[in-house]
């Protein structure tokens, strides 16, 4: 498809268990972006790739929250020894990058709930 | 510190009404303004933008104009449709910065 992807679309886990959610962006697009939605609430930012390099993880809320992008095309959101409130929507997006302010193209989401 | 504020939901409006969202922001620099829809089931996305003081954005019928010197961009449309009902989000990007900020989204039920 022509969109951003992301898979799972719907996960649960256990408290303690450790989840990894997938992202694949636009093909060519340079930047990706992953953003945490609670409920009720608007994206927040978590971290940002240009190509393979991470230039910019200062959302991610703790030491258990890890992405890469090792190839500098899919990018995996790994959270190890989930807490209840890690639960929300995990929402990927991808922009052509080599411009500042490229619009961002979002993935449907993974919606995360933590038992 | 960055952020935005939006106008609380739900709005609910009958079909032909005249729609406003209010949408203030604080931001260091210069940013560029995005509005965001996200309809009943799908994922964002973008409705328009603005990437300069006093430029307007458009698109499906909805406007939007950078105003700088009330650091606003209200959303509006003259005639709201059933299908528009979705959740409106107002954001930017700070100049030479690449992460949305996002407001909390605002609620928008449209009847017949």
């Known amino acids: 498809g022509a969109g951003v992807s992301q898979s799972p679309r719907y996960k649960v886990a256990k408290r303690g268990q450790d989840v990894a959610l997938r992202c694949d962006p636009i093909?060519?697009?340079?930047?990706l972006f992953w953003y945490q939605q609670a409920l009720g609430q608007g994206p927040e930012f978590l971290t940002y790739?240009?190509?393979?390099?991470?230039?910019?993880k200062s959302g991610l809320p703790s030491d258990r929250f890890f992405a890469e992008r090792p190839e500098g095309s899919v990018s995996t959101l790994k959270i190890q020894r989930t807490q209840q409130e890690d639960s929300a929507v995990y929402l990927c997006?991808?922009?052509?990058?080599?411009?500042?302010?490229?619009?961002?193209?979002f993935g449907d989401g993974t919606r995360l709930s933590i038992l | 510190g960055d952020s935005v504020t939006q106008m609380e939901g739900p709005v609910t409006l009958s079909e032909e009404a005249f729609l406003t969202i209010n949408c203030t922001y604080t931001?260091?620099?210069?940013?560029?303004l995005f509005w965001y829809v996200q309809y009943p089931g799908e994922g964002l996305q973008l409705l328009l933008k603005?990437?300069?003081?006093?430029d307007k954005g458009s698109n499906k019928g909805f406007e939007a104009t950078y105003r700088k010197e009330t650091t606003s961009f209200h959303l509006e449309k003259g005639s709201v449709q059933v299908s528009d009902s979705a959740v409106y989000f107002c954001?930017?990007?700070?100049?030479?910065?690449?992460?949305?900020?996002f407001g909390t989204g605002t609620q928008l039920k449209v009847e017949l």
């Open positions: 931001a260091t620099g210069y940013p560029s």
């Open positions: 954001a930017f990007v700070t100049g030479g910065g690449n992460k949305l900020t």
């Open positions: 997006a991808s922009s052509r990058g080599g411009e500042v302010n490229q619009p961002q193209h």
């Open positions: 790739f240009q190509n393979e390099a991470q230039l910019d």
């Open positions: 093909s060519g697009h340079v930047s």
């Open positions: 603005a990437t300069k003081a006093d």
